[in-house]
């Protein structure tokens, strides 16, 4: 009785049917868990909490849209605007702020909108000392050589808004505005107005005079925390080599313990911040890792806007410290802006 024998392309096609059956198999095992891997990694915040908020489970909805919007600083305005149903007290007030903001912002942002969005903490702002005024107002005029908001602007040269108003954008976008003259929770006065911005230029606006600059670099200067007096001035083009990594953690290994340290980013200044040499020095100012990068904490990345006020020797956090990404999900990010003020009663 002559033996049947499989035709080649009988053996091809089984071959691929029991590759097809082991994916599919592989396929129905791992897809829910490569599912729910996907939905709770830290970029997919604004669906995981949409899938908590219709299970009921709003409080929880509130505090991974908190998180999300911690670590990347979204420059749009719907996950704020959610945070600010979800959330209660100064949390959701805080949200419902730079989603207004962010609304606005979309459109172009006019001087009544602004006056909108003022903040009553910075009522009474026209008796605040002068160089904190001129520091605000130029820390303000960083969003608009972007182009990214559209102040009217007087043709003879005047600048529209009050002091509150600007301080209003400071603060609404991703900023941080101190009027009690004390620098985060390092416990540190500051004894001149310092006002840090990141755009595309930096701006160092301290006692009065601007350090900053438009070449491309992480500006830094060191201040006294007695007299306001500079004690240092640096610039570092972290995007040129490792060895300007190197070179600033000794410039900063140099400063005296106590030193304010004032920070902000002209342009970009990212690719060689080294986390082994670079980022203990600047954590030992206070500063924080706070952006998630992938699935790393970083001070910030590529072309991200950012700013910091610290103090040597303060705990890492406690710095005031801002920043907003180059891009988050399709969306440019914007200027940003640390400022404190001394206590009213040294202002003249």
């Keep these: 009785m002559p033996t049947t024998s499989m035709t080649p392309g009988r053996k091809v096609a089984l071959l691929w049917m029991l590759l ?130 559209s102040f009217p602007m007087d043709p003879s040269g005047g600048w529209p808004l009050d002091l509150a108003d600007a301080a209003t954008v400071l603060a609404d976008a991703q900023g941080v505005v101190r009027l009690d003259g004390v620098i985060g929770g390092t416990g540190v006065s500051a004894p001149v107005p310092i006002v840090a911005a990141s755009g595309p230029r930096a701006l160092l606006h301290i006692g009065g005079v601007d350090y900053g600059g438009t070449k491309r670099a992480l500006f830094v200067a060191i201040v006294s925390p007695e007299d306001g007096q500079i004690l240092q001035l640096g610039q570092f083009d972290l995007n040129d080599s490792w060895d300007e990594s190197i070179r600033m953690a000794r410039f900063l290994q140099s400063a005296r313990q106590g030193a304010i340290g004032v920070f902000a980013v002209s342009q970009e200044a990212s690719v060689y911040l080294d986390d082994t040499h670079l980022g203990p020095e600047l954590e030992y100012f206070g500063l924080k890792r706070e952006a998630i990068i992938g699935y790393d904490r970083k001070f910030y990345g590529l072309k991200f806007a950012f700013a910091a006020i610290g103090v040597k020797a303060a705990a890492p956090g406690t710095a005031l410290q801002a920043w907003s990404p180059g891009e988050f999900d399709g969306r440019t990010g914007h200027p940003v802006s640390c400022a404190v003020m001394p206590a009213r009663k040294d202002a003249r």
């Design 20 to 149: 097809l059956s082991f994916f599919a198999v592989f396929n129905l095992a791992y897809l829910p868990i490569i599912r729910m891997q996907d939905a709770a990694s830290p970029l997919r915040f604004e669906e995981h909490a949409a899938v908590l908020a219709d299970a009921g489970q709003t409080v929880t909805a509130a505090a991974v849209l908190h998180e999300g919007v911690a670590a990347f600083h979204p420059p749009y305005a719907e996950p704020y605007a959610r945070l600010a149903e979800y959330g209660a007290g100064d949390l959701a007030a805080g949200a419902a702020r730079q989603a207004r903001f962010y609304q606005f912002a979309d459109e172009g942002l006019t001087t009544e909108e602004v006056q909108a969005l003022r903040n009553p903490a910075f009522s009474g702002a026209g008796a605040w000392h002068a160089n904190f005024s001129a520091g605000i107002e130029a820390a303000v005029k960083l969003f608009v050589y972007q182009g990214l908001f």
